[in-house]
């Protein structure tokens, strides 16, 4: 298994405004699958993916990424964990405004000791035409596709994706999750997305459902959906 989570905890505050966010969430996914995390407001997700992501500390429990172990972990250590594995996609894009589509890129290509190729990149991610652009002269979905470049420019082995659509129309929802599978097919990237939209799930290889704190249910798909087909974006 190449993320394996076990029993894990996360709670905030202390006495009157103590609140148990993960009550011992375990998991796990293979390498090169795309994984839906769902659930309501508050049930846990982005939690969940900020644990894996060593952005929250646990409380307790086990978080193993290709066999490493991130739970306590020095602040250093997280954030080579997070350098050598790990490429972040928000549903706000965090571009720098001051630096072009390309400009943005590199900054995250000069983190990794084998970049991919940004010619390439950019080529696979439709932003050639764009790269010396500003992220105020580029569109939302743009903007989420440079986003997307600098994830991915640091070849990661594990993308989490917190509400990679939610700031979009449908019709640019799609074409980011087509990148995204596309991404997944050509490199082999493991992907966590965590989303509100039902329709996501259905182009994934499994899908865990949270509700309060705890995994509810969770399976692998039997039939999967190509995004250019999924309804109700």
Same mark, same amino acid.
């Given at each position: 298994?190449?993320? !394996? ?43 969940? #993916?900020?644990?894996?992501?060593? #952005?929250?500390?646990? $409380? ?41 589509? %390309? ?9 990794? !000791? ?6 390439? #990149? ?39 994706? $917190? !509400? ?33 939209? *039902?329709?996501?799930? *259905? ?6 459902? #949270? ?5 509810? %249910?969770?399976? !692998? *798909? ?9 309804? $109700?974006?």
């Amino acid at each position: 298994m190449y993320l !394996e989570v076990k029993d894990v905890k996360k709670s905030y505050g202390k006495d009157s405004s103590y609140i148990q966010v993960l009550k011992g969430v375990t998991t796990g996914v293979e390498r090169g699958r795309m994984c839906v995390i769902q659930g309501t407001s508050g049930s846990g997700k982005s939690t969940l #993916l900020n644990c894996i992501g060593g #952005l929250d500390d646990m $409380d307790s429990g086990s978080v193993k990424v290709d066999g490493q172990e991130i739970f306590g972990l020095s602040p250093s250590a997280l954030s080579d964990y997070r350098r050598d594995n790990l490429g972040f996609i928000f549903q706000f894009y965090n571009l720098v405004p001051n630096l072009t589509v %390309r400009e943005n890129i590199q900054v995250c290509a000069f983190l990794s !000791e084998n970049p991919l190729d940004m010619d390439e #990149l950019l080529e696979t991610l439709g932003m050639t035409e764009h790269q010396n652009k500003f992220p105020a002269q580029l569109s939302g979905g743009q903007q989420q596709r440079c986003a997307i470049a600098r994830a991915l420019i640091k070849n990661p082995k594990l993308l989490l994706c $917190d !509400e990679p659509t939610g700031a979009l129309d449908s019709k640019t929802s799609r074409d980011i999750l087509i990148l995204l599978e596309k991404i997944n097919k050509k490199y082999g990237t493991t992907m966590l997305i965590v989303t509100h939209n *039902n329709s996501i799930k *259905n182009m994934v290889h499994k899908v865990i459902i #949270l509700k309060d704190g705890l995994i509810k %249910r969770e399976y !692998e *798909n039997e039939k999967i959906i190509p995004a250019a087909e999924l309804e $109700d974006l």
